[in-house]
């Protein structure tokens, strides 16, 4: 009996919260649209303008007008050659309806009607020829399909991938020759006066470019030689650039700019590999005097571990090699790694920045130009007495004084002739008194 009580309890609410939920909401309206009004009234909208208006949109213009006078000259004249073989075409298709029966009977052969049936019977008498052809054809395509096939699968690495590109190079030229000669033997070409007229041809050419004869034989020794490959970092005639193509003409290189650099491989004459090994990649700390050079090598060589691991391109141990320079102002402390050729600049940025970083983070002084600015003299300096003048006078007269040359003697020949005459007798008495000892 209770249960019924209760749910006429939760109607009788929900009916009167019924009748009191549209008062307040009425109240909420109310208050909405008068706050509506004022702010029509305070703030006025603006009328309509007739630029505000959406402007017709432009018919876009055709495809003939979009042409310029040039483009539409060469257009006419396309059609017009166009309509001229479509023409000819017909005309000789169906020479006998033009009333051209002797060319007909010269092209078409006797009885035929139209070029139709004279095609079909072409045809089907060279359908040996055809087939052969066809058969030639296929069998060129499916050895090439194995030489590509072969070459990537044993030319693994940078100098099988340049032998095996070289060697499907040479493949395809050759097969498009042999077929071309056997199909000329299937269609009744006279192949012997075809080689001779071709090895004349080559001899001429052979004297014409020797140049390219000379390229194509160096490129055969670079990549049989494996000077370098594809994807190594070189330098030939001051140009630093990776290996693009090697060709057996010649050979591209591609700098850190994407410029492209194509040298003739026959005057490739010194190259500097530098992807072969890893490249050394030095950094240095400059220290001032002030600090103790025991103590900036303790800070960094203890640091050195820790600043490898945040350089991961370092291929092997970052080392301390010591000072590598007493300067003017600053002392120079060295260290030395191992990267990649193609890391070694990005190796070294990071290795001055942590360097840097060191270097502040332990208080060490760094060195860099400063500019002393003295103050001005004061107005009022002490005056030079008399005295400071004379004394100064005198020493500056006494120090560009020239000095004094001695007097030359002059030559007195008589009395020459008395001294050495009295210089004999002396030696002659000396000499005598020894011999009577």
């Known amino acids: 009996?209770?249960?019924?009580?209760?749910?006429?309890?939760?109607?009788?609410?929900?009916?009167?919260?019924?009748?009191?939920?549209?008062?307040?909401?009425?109240?909420?309206?109310?208050?909405?649209?008068?706050?509506?009004?004022?702010?029509?009234?305070?703030n006025p909208q603006p009328q309509p303008n007739s630029s505000d208006k959406p402007q017709p949109k432009e018919k876009k213009k055709g495809w003939w007008r979009r042409k310029t006078i040039g483009q539409k000259v060469s257009f006419c004249f396309s059609m017009l050659f166009f309509a001229l073989a479509i023409f000819l075409l017909i005309y000789m298709n169906d020479l006998r309806?033009?009333?051209?029966?002797?060319?007909?009977?010269?092209?078409?052969?006797?009885?035929?009607?139209?070029?139709?049936?004279?095609?079909?019977?072409?045809?089907?008498?060279?359908?040996?020829?055809?087939?052969?052809?066809i058969v030639i054809i296929a069998i060129c395509?499916?050895?090439?399909?194995?030489?590509?096939?072969?070459?990537?699968?044993?030319?693994?690495?940078?100098?099988?991938?340049?032998v095996g590109a070289l060697i499907r190079s040479l493949a395809k030229y050759v097969f498009i020759i042999l077929a071309i000669a056997i199909i000329c033997g299937f269609w009744g070409v006279d192949l012997q006066s075809i080689l001779a007229g071709v090895g004349i041809v080559t001899l001429i050419v052979g004297l014409g470019c020797q140049t390219l004869i000379q390229d194509v034989i160096a490129g055969l020794f670079i990549v049989f030689d494996d000077y370098f490959a594809v994807g190594d970092i070189v330098i030939i005639d001051g140009?630093?650039?990776?290996?693009?193509?090697?060709?057996?003409?010649?050979?591209?290189?591609?700098?850190?700019?994407?410029?492209?650099?194509?040298?003739?491989?026959?005057?490739?004459?010194?190259?500097?590999?530098?992807?072969?090994?890893d490249s050394i990649v030095t950094a240095n700390l400059s220290a001032g005097y002030n600090e103790d050079p025991i103590r900036v090598e303790g800070i960094l060589i203890k640091a050195l571990p820790e600043i490898q691991k945040k350089i991961p391109a370092i291929t092997d141990t970052l080392t301390y090699k010591g000072i590598s320079e007493v300067g003017e102002n600053d002392i120079s402390y060295m260290v030395l790694c191992h990267c990649k050729e193609a890391d070694r600049f990005q190796v070294t940025r990071d290795l001055n920045r942590e360097l840097?970083?060191?270097?502040?983070?332990?208080?060490?002084?760094?060195?860099?130009?400063?500019?002393?600015?003295?103050?001005?003299?004061?107005?009022?300096?002490?005056?030079?007495?008399?005295?400071?003048?004379?004394?100064?006078?005198?020493?500056?007269?006494?120090?560009?004084?020239?000095?004094?040359?001695?007097?030359?003697?002059?030559?007195?020949?008589?009395?020459?002739?008395?001294?050495?005459?009295?210089n004999e007798a002396a030696d002659l008495n000396k000499n005598l008194k020894d011999d009577r000892k």
């Open 1 to 42: 009996m209770k249960k019924p009580s209760n749910m006429t309890n939760q109607s009788q609410s929900k009916e009167t919260d019924f009748h009191v939920k549209p008062e307040a909401e009425l109240e909420k309206d109310i208050s909405a649209e008068e706050q509506k009004d004022v702010a029509k009234q305070t």
């Open 97 to 133: 309806a033009f009333g051209a029966e002797e060319a007909a009977d010269k092209i078409y052969g006797k009885g035929v009607a139209n070029g139709w049936i004279a095609f079909g019977n072409n045809v089907i008498n060279a359908s040996e020829s055809i087939f052969a052809t």
């Open 141 to 162: 395509i499916f050895l090439q399909m194995i030489v590509n096939f072969l070459t990537r699968l044993f030319g693994r690495g940078r100098r099988g991938e340049t």
């Open 239 to 277: 140009f630093r650039g990776t290996i693009s193509d090697i060709g057996l003409k010649s050979t591209k290189l591609q700098d850190a700019g994407g410029n492209i650099k194509s040298i003739n491989n026959s005057s490739i004459t010194t190259v500097v590999n530098l992807s072969r090994m």
């Open 356 to 422: 840097l970083l060191l270097a502040r983070n332990n208080d060490i002084e760094l060195v860099f130009q400063q500019v002393t600015i003295n103050q001005p003299d004061p107005v009022d300096r002490p005056k030079t007495t008399e005295d400071q003048k004379k004394i100064s006078a005198e020493t500056i007269a006494k120090m560009r004084a020239l000095p004094e040359e001695p007097e030359k003697e002059k030559f007195d020949f008589f009395r020459r002739a008395r001294d050495l005459a009295v």
